[in-house]
């Protein structure tokens, strides 16, 4: 129940994120791994995945609706593959150094719908 109240705290605190910080992160393999599994528009990309829906489909989606897909898919997909960015509760194999430790601030989530909501305009 705790996790399922910081879910919604983290998908209605939603804040003005910036578009370019992230752009940086989804191209930033080391961090966010966005483009280890989706390419950014349906066309593709040979150096970005092809496991999950490309990155420009997240237009059909309001930010509070990614905000709470990236934060933890899991509340919408159980057998998701997709890491929760920000949640730290149900992990296993977590290194040492990232125990307690969510993948991405508020901050950096707010960047990411900021950019992802660029995608897939005209």
Known sequence: MRALLALAVVATSAQAGDIERGRALVADR?????????????AGDPNQGNLAPPLSAAARLTPAELRERIADMRRFNPATVMPPFRSTEGLRDV????????????????DLVAYLGTLGRP
Do not use: I, N, V, Y
Request: some cysteine; hydrophobic content about 45%; proline content about 3%.
């Open 30 to 42: 080391t961090q966010s791994l966005c483009l280890l599994c989706h390419a950014l528009t349906a």
């Open 95 to 110: 290194a040492p150094a990232w125990q307690g430790r969510a993948a991405l601030t508020e901050q950096q989530l707010d």
